[in-house]
């Protein structure tokens, strides 16, 4: 199993600011994951960050928007850049390995707030 | 293209009943793993149950079974003597081998009567 720690667990940030998001994992990870949860539906991936190449953005989402690190096998971050209302969710940080354990492991989200 | 669809956005079950909540699926592989994740008030997702799909024996765990139809690409989650901590909302969700990316279904929120 994995433990992951998500921070902040919630902000309120005005528009035209940007958010960091950061994602902790107890243990090393090749897969990580963003999603994006809005208010009352389903999980929508936003992106899958491997450690030493560039994330790779589902349709819909880009990098401008929403730059990703990840520096080593343990940690990453999402930032929400100039912020705007619409983009008030919840996002939630994932990892799995698939072919170990078939089974994905979910930070308790952040829920941001724009106002 | 992977899809998942669920039917049903609220079900609502009396407590010690049994409640099904439908899911199907689309993929073309063949190499593919479903999912039940519960996701109750506190956001945190929870693993319910998973099938592989090469398994021809449906999951079961504790309370919780499954009724994997994989030539109907239908995958229902079946709660047995339900518990007031039953109540969340429910995901499916699919795993393709190949694309290598977990696809949600829009979920099912859960109401358990007292």
């Known amino acids: 199993s994995a433990v992951i720690s998500q921070k902040p667990s919630r902000d309120i940030c005005q528009r035209g600011t940007s958010l960091t998001i950061q994602c902790q994992v107890d243990?090393?990870?090749?897969?990580m994951f963003w999603y994006r949860q809005q208010p009352g539906q389903s999980l929508t991936l936003i992106a899958t960050a491997n450690q030493g190449s560039e994330a790779t953005y589902e349709s819909g989402f880009v990098i401008d928007k929403f730059p990703i690190s990840r520096p080593n096998l343990t940690f990453s971050t999402l930032t929400v850049s100039n912020m705007s209302p619409e983009d008030s969710s919840i996002y939630l940080c994932?990892?799995?390995?698939?072919?170990?354990?078939?089974?994905?492991?979910f930070g308790q989200g952040t829920r941001l707030t724009v106002v | 293209a992977q899809t998942v669809t669920q039917s049903q956005p609220e079900m609502s079950v009396q407590e010690a009943e049994t409640v099904t909540l439908s899911c199907t699926y689309d993929?073309?592989?063949?190499?593919?793993?479903l999912f039940w994740y519960k996701q109750p008030p506190s956001r945190q997702m929870i693993l319910v149950i998973r099938?592989?799909?090469?398994?021809?024996q449906n999951a079961t765990e504790n309370r919780f079974s499954v009724n994997f139809q994989k030539a109907a690409k239908s995958f229902s989650l079946k709660i047995s003597d339900s518990q007031l901590g039953d109540a969340a909302m429910y995901f499916c969700a699919l795993y393709g081998g190949a694309t290598n990316k977990l696809i949600f279904g829009t979920g099912t929120l859960l109401a358990v009567q007292p």
């Open positions: 243990s090393q990870v090749t897969m």
């Open positions: 994932s990892v799995a390995n698939y072919r170990l354990n078939t089974e994905a492991f």
């Open positions: 099938q592989e799909a090469y398994k021809q």
């Open positions: 993929t073309s592989e063949s190499d593919y793993y």
